[in-house]
């Protein structure tokens, strides 16, 4: 992309309609405009055959369209695929799609990297490189062959969601909104560690569903895990929650990887009822992925079925998450684009 010409992909449609104001034009240019960024393949001005050629020659002298395709794609043997996009100079990031019968997901990233720092995650390890625009979030979406088949997406990727929160809400309006991408809130989630304040404004402010990494139910054995939870206890985070009526049209779900010897008792279970009992909510369990450079390993299957089995006793709604992917690093807790950063510096 150009780096004088301001993309207008990623832009919400009072943002193209104040842009066709401030060039003389009809307000209803910034319908058409919409229309043929998210509704279309158009990648020039010049396939926008019912904008007038004076328009199209006045929007190409200071914008672009904004959208590029990826620059690797890795497929898994599971039918899973891996695309890499660049992220600005020598940065990228990843996005997986997961088909799966008639549901097509795709887990977008946020962030480039991520600065949270969580002991069991590939992108946290990558550290921190640099926030996503709404552009670059939805570019994973409308750049991929299987655009046109997706029918869920998830915020699960690479970064933390609410530490970009602006862009984020930003690209989930055009990603929902009928002008833009139309695809169901009911059918959208976004996953968080638990940041606070930027969680009660998503609450607030989208309807989409809400997946909170949750993975031990201790304060002492979350601190270790994650260190959000010095900032933003697991208290806070179901208090807020608990402040919103989430109805029946949406759906709050609590990660957990699964460690052996770590967060897999039946201690854990107990107070897992115990501090989710006045939130309705499901857990999806997830199994661990090793990566290098942590101590944790993942739990046995049969601890995983014990540990589903009595959750649901309990009265949990509790599913156990099916890998996909990993042959490609592209399940939970892998992407990473570090190596690749690392051989691009090597090469040039």
Not at 90 to 114: M, N, W
Not at 219 to 229: F, N, S, V
């Given at each position: 992309?150009?780096?004088?010409?301001?993309?207008?992909?990623?832009?919400?449609?009072?943002?193209?309609?104040?842009?066709?104001?401030?060039?003389?034009?009809?307000?209803?240019?910034?319908?058409?405009?919409?229309?043929?960024?998210?509704?279309?393949?158009?990648?020039?001005?010049?396939?926008?055959?019912?904008?007038?050629?004076?328009?199209?020659?006045?929007?190409?002298?200071?914008?672009?369209?904004?959208?590029?395709?990826?620059?690797?794609?890795?497929?898994?043997?599971?039918?899973?695929?891996?695309?890499?996009?660049?992220?600005?100079?020598?940065?990228?990031?990843?996005?997986?799609?997961?088909?799966?019968?008639?549901?097509?997901?795709?887990?977008?990233?946020?962030?480039?990297?991520?600065?949270?720092?969580?002991?069991?995650?590939?992108?946290?390890?990558?550290?921190?490189?640099?926030?996503?625009?709404?552009?670059?979030?939805?570019?994973?979406?409308?750049?991929?062959?299987?655009?046109?088949?997706?029918?869920?997406?998830?915020?699960?990727?690479?970064?933390?969601?609410?530490?970009?929160?602006?862009?984020?809400?930003?690209?989930?309006?055009?990603?929902?909104?009928?002008?833009?991408?139309?695809?169901?809130?009911?059918?959208?989630?976004?996953?968080?560690?638990?940041?606070v304040p930027a969680m009660r404004v998503f609450l607030e402010k989208s309807k989409c569903n809400l997946a909170v990494s949750l993975h031990t139910p201790f304060d002492e054995e979350r601190r270790r895990l994650m260190p959000i939870q010095n900032v933003y206890p697991l208290k806070d985070v179901i208090d807020t929650i608990c402040e919103f009526d989430i109805g029946k049209y949406r759906r709050v779900s609590f990660e957990y990887i699964m460690f052996k010897g770590v967060n897999d008792s039946r201690r854990h279970v107990n107070e897992l009822a115990r501090v989710l009992n006045k939130v309705k909510s499901r857990i999806n369990l997830i199994r661990f992925h090793p990566i290098?450079?942590?101590?944790?390993?993942?739990?046995?299957?049969?601890?995983?079925?014990?540990?589903?089995?009595?959750?649901?006793?309990?009265?949990?709604?509790?599913?156990?998450?099916?890998?996909?992917?990993?042959?490609?690093?592209?399940?939970?807790?892998?992407?990473?684009?570090?190596?690749?950063?690392?051989?691009?510096?090597?090469?040039?």
């Amino acid at each position: 992309m150009s780096d004088n010409k301001e993309p207008l992909f990623g832009k919400t449609l009072s943002e193209l309609t104040e842009i066709a104001g401030l060039l003389g034009l009809p307000k209803y240019t910034g319908g058409q405009l919409a229309y043929w960024l998210y509704k279309t393949d158009v990648d020039s001005f010049e396939g926008m055959t019912n904008v007038s050629k004076k328009t199209r020659a006045q929007l190409a002298e200071k914008y672009e369209i904004g959208v590029q395709p990826p620059v690797n794609v890795s497929a898994s043997a599971d039918g899973t695929k891996k695309y890499l996009f660049r992220a600005g100079s020598g940065k990228f990031i990843e996005a997986a799609y997961i088909p799966d019968g008639k549901r097509h997901t795709l887990c977008v990233s946020s962030q480039v990297g991520c600065k949270m720092g969580c002991l069991f995650c590939m992108t946290g390890k990558q550290g921190f490189q640099g926030h996503l625009s709404a552009g670059e979030i939805l570019n994973q979406l409308r750049s991929i062959p299987e655009r046109k088949e997706m029918t869920n997406v998830v915020y699960m990727g690479m970064g933390e969601p609410f530490d970009n929160l602006d862009a984020v809400m930003k690209s989930l309006e055009i990603l929902t909104a009928e002008y833009g991408f139309a695809i169901s809130v009911r059918k959208t989630t976004v996953s968080t560690i638990g940041i606070v304040p930027a969680m009660r404004v998503f609450l607030e402010k989208s309807k989409c569903n809400l997946a909170v990494s949750l993975h031990t139910p201790f304060d002492e054995e979350r601190r270790r895990l994650m260190p959000i939870q010095n900032v933003y206890p697991l208290k806070d985070v179901i208090d807020t929650i608990c402040e919103f009526d989430i109805g029946k049209y949406r759906r709050v779900s609590f990660e957990y990887i699964m460690f052996k010897g770590v967060n897999d008792s039946r201690r854990h279970v107990n107070e897992l009822a115990r501090v989710l009992n006045k939130v309705k909510s499901r857990i999806n369990l997830i199994r661990f992925h090793p990566i290098p450079g942590t101590p944790l390993l993942g739990s046995d299957e049969a601890a995983i079925a014990d540990f589903q089995q009595a959750l649901n006793d309990k009265g949990i709604v509790t599913t156990l998450r099916a890998s996909r992917g990993q042959d490609i690093d592209a399940a939970c807790g892998l992407l990473s684009t570090k190596e690749l950063v690392k051989a691009q510096s090597v090469n040039e």
